[in-house]
């Protein structure tokens, strides 16, 4: 969601009259845009104000950049953080762009109408982001984005699909549908609507080769949703699906609305529904009063479900969500730290075996650029490929290529392209015919 107003405030920018620059030091605006999830966020931003602090005082009067921050760490009442940032001129809510363009306007003698709202990307990347709900109201007790981001809010369909529109004119080929809670889009349009009617509207889209969406709620991903996914072809069978403790009694105190079982009745749903889904997860370890055995059974829904990519984090403590004030942070750093591991050496054996099944297959990747002389992509099920170039200099990204499988490791895939036709496999991959003709 932060990368996705990152593009759109530079494009604000861009449309003024601005260039960017990579150094805040020599910029005339620069903007700290904020994730507070986590501590270890939050400290990185606070680290990069007392950088940016120095910098302005290093400067001759009235030379130094315009600072703005924007983003979760911004909430409603800002008077803390003036008082403790006095480096700042700018403080800016989530998609709140018009104080920044405004402000870096007058300062620099530019107009700043018509940039300031709906900023679609001027340069997207050939996989960008659109967000189509804002907010959460949810309210797990760990989290601290519904009183940044606000309540839901969703956007207008015909606005929707005619940013993507313009998207897919500038090159992208592969749209992610952005919100907190993103399968609630729509319960608050009336007409209502939810996001199979969005996904329908989106798949229409002439030009557009893949559509993805994140982050999904366990009690909100219906069977509409699922089908939408198995029966849009350009929708990707790559679902994302948190579960964020494997204890009953954890998910209680997280509010988090399901028991375990329920969960994973809804990836049996899921599995059903959709052959040959991928599946990733966001995990929480280290929660208010975690015991042993609690955390023993996050490890026993890893190895059950056997996802193919876990996001996982250690629990920390923040300011303003019900779990500061109720519920104290009891578990020892150092055994936050253990239970990462224990979780990553279980994933990634879960990974490896995962990967190790697709070597010999072929699979449509959608190339996003070129690292280190190699070209890499992803597949429907969203694999990171890295493609063997020889032979392959003409190839640029917003090309999709079939590829052979030829190794893997837990993280991402090697390929070279292959060239012989394929046929559909039913399992959203294809196999290699050498008897049949080659591809052109």
């Not at 983003?71 to 006095?86: A, I, K, N, T, Y």
Request: hydrophobic fraction near 35%; proline fraction near 5%; aromatic fraction near 6%.
């Amino acid at each position: 969601m932060n990368t996705s107003d990152s593009e759109r405030l530079s494009s604000g920018f861009e449309q003024m009259g601005f260039d960017s620059s990579d150094d805040p030091a020599k910029a005339d605006v620069v903007v700290l845009n904020t994730c507070v999830v986590r501590q270890s966020a939050e400290d990185t931003a606070t680290g990069m104000l007392g950088r940016l602090a120095k910098i302005k005082r290093q400067s001759p009067a009235q030379l130094g950049p315009m600072v703005a921050v924007m983003g979760c760490m911004v909430g409603p009442d800002q008077s803390e953080l003036r008082r403790r940032f006095p480096q700042v001129d700018i403080w800016a809510r989530p998609q709140q762009f018009a104080p920044i363009l405004e402000s870096a306007g007058i300062r620099h003698g530019l107009d700043p109408e018509g940039c300031l709202s709906g900023a679609v990307p001027l340069n997207p990347h050939v996989a960008s982001f659109v967000p189509i709900v804002h907010g959460c109201d949810k309210f797990c007790t760990f989290c601290i984005i519904p009183y940044r981001r606000g309540r839901e809010i969703s956007r207008p369909a015909p606005e929707i699909v005619h940013e993507i529109t313009v998207m897919v004119d500038r090159g992208v080929k592969d749209i992610t549908l952005l919100g907190q809670n993103v399968d609630s889009y729509g319960h608050d349009i009336r007409p209502r609507l939810d996001l199979a009617d969005l996904l329908e509207q989106v798949h229409e889209i002439s030009g557009l080769e893949r559509i993805r969406f994140l982050t999904s709620h366990p009690n909100d991903m219906s069977v509409r949703i699922l089908e939408a996914v198995r029966d849009l072809p350009k929708v990707c069978e790559n679902i994302n699906l948190p579960f964020q403790a494997g204890d009953d009694a954890l998910l209680v105190n997280m509010r988090r609305g399901y028991t375990i079982g329920q969960y994973l009745e809804k990836i049996s749903q899921v599995k059903e529904t959709i052959p040959g889904v991928n599946l990733t997860t966001d995990l929480i370890v280290g929660f208010s009063g975690e015991t042993d055995n609690q955390f023993e059974r996050s490890l026993d829904v890893l190895r059950a479900v056997e996802f193919d990519k876990v996001h996982v984090a250690a629990y920390s403590n923040r300011e303003g969500t019900y779990a500061s004030r109720n519920m104290p942070d009891t578990v020892d750093r150092s055994i936050k730290k253990a239970r990462l591991v224990a979780i990553d050496e279980v994933q990634q054996k879960i990974q490896t075996v995962k990967n190790a099944k697709l070597v010999g297959r072929a699979f449509e990747v959608l190339i996003e650029g070129r690292k280190r002389s190699r070209l890499h992509g992803r597949t429907r099920g969203d694999k990171l490929v890295y493609i063997d170039t020889q032979n392959s200099q003409s190839l640029e990204p917003g090309q999709t290529m079939l590829v052979e499988i030829t190794s893997s490791s837990p993280w991402s895939l090697e390929a070279y392209l292959a060239p012989f036709s394929y046929a559909d496999d039913g399992n959203n991959s294809h196999r290699v015919n050498k008897e049949k003709v080659p591809v052109a």
